[in-house]
């Protein structure tokens, strides 16, 4: 591969239909006081059962016998008048009366409900769909525009498209460590070919195809 004198344009876009709305939820959490490890002992085993209805209650200042709608708008106006984290605390069904899991913190009893609600139903499974866009100045003066894309499906009751894309390369990568395949030392990043051009092959064999395409322009 010829020496790369410019890297002068690097655009990756990652394709996912959860990433944006997830953060916005999350925000959300924060808002409302949910992201907190601090110990709740509401949600002790030997406390009395507690509904998500009623700890919204609590959270934004209210009587926990307050009417949903009273509730809603609480919560809308703790949110800051952000429709989409309100619409999300909705679906997840965080103002109605399911009870709020047993754990020690509002964090924990939020993971443990968010394992519940989001975890695949009957033959669901994930997709990922990556495409970077480079643009290279070569030694010579001309430009390549590359585009390298990447999709991969999740195993239905099996591996999930970022397990396999995340845990496969880290895998291979340690076993060539182990094997001795890796002589440099020290905190590396997957930069060199004599890292990421191994990986690259062995990656195919386990269902992970990319393609790409060039365009060169004086």
């Given at each position: 591969?010829?020496?790369?004198?410019?890297?002068?344009?690097?655009l990756?876009?990652?394709?996912?239909?959860?990433?944006?709305?997830?953060?916005?939820?999350?925000?959300?959490?924060?808002?409302?006081?949910?992201?907190?490890?601090?110990?709740?002992?509401?949600?002790?085993?030997?406390?009395n059962?507690?509904?998500?209805?009623?700890?919204?209650?609590?959270?934004?200042?209210?009587?926990?016998?307050?009417?949903?709608?009273?509730?809603?708008?609480?919560?809308?106006?703790?949110?800051?008048?952000?429709?989409?984290?309100?619409?999300?605390?909705?679906?997840?069904?965080?103002l109605?009366?399911?009870?709020?899991?047993?754990?020690?913190?509002?964090?924990?009893?939020?993971?443990?409900?968010?394992?519940?609600?989001?975890?695949?139903?009957?033959?669901?499974?994930?997709?990922?769909?990556?495409?970077d866009?480079?643009?290279?100045?070569?030694?010579?003066?001309?430009?390549?525009?590359?585009?390298?894309?990447?999709?991969?499906?999740?195993?239905?009751?099996?591996?999930?498209?970022?397990?396999?894309?995340?845990?496969?390369?880290?895998?291979?990568a340690?076993?060539?460590?182990?094997d001795?395949?890796?002589?440099?030392?020290?905190?590396?990043?997957?930069?060199?070919?004599?890292?990421?051009?191994?990986?690259?092959?062995?990656?195919?064999?386990?269902?992970?195809?990319?393609?790409?395409?060039s365009t060169?322009?004086?």
């Amino acid at each position: 591969m010829p020496a790369v004198q410019q890297l002068n344009r690097q655009l990756q876009f990652v394709l996912s239909a959860i990433v944006e709305g997830y953060a916005k939820a999350l925000n959300g959490f924060v808002k409302l006081g949910l992201i907190n490890r601090d110990a709740f002992p509401a949600l002790r085993p030997d406390a009395n059962p507690l509904s998500w209805k009623e700890l919204l209650c609590d959270l934004v200042g209210i009587s926990s016998s307050s009417k949903c709608d009273v509730l809603k708008e609480a919560v809308f106006k703790k949110l800051e008048g952000d429709n989409t984290q309100l619409e999300a605390v909705e679906w997840l069904g965080l103002l109605g009366d399911e009870q709020v899991p047993r754990a020690e913190s509002l964090v924990d009893a939020l993971s443990k409900h968010l394992a519940m609600k989001l975890s695949y139903g009957p033959g669901e499974k994930d997709m990922i769909v990556m495409r970077d866009n480079f643009g290279i100045r070569h030694p010579s003066g001309h430009l390549e525009n590359k585009t390298i894309d990447l999709v991969v499906y999740g195993d239905v009751n099996g591996f999930s498209a970022m397990a396999k894309t995340v845990g496969l390369p880290t895998a291979m990568a340690a076993k060539m460590l182990l094997d001795g395949e890796l002589q440099a030392k020290g905190l590396m990043g997957p930069f060199s070919k004599e890292i990421y051009g191994p990986i690259l092959e062995r990656i195919k064999a386990e269902g992970i195809m990319y393609t790409t395409q060039s365009t060169i322009t004086p």
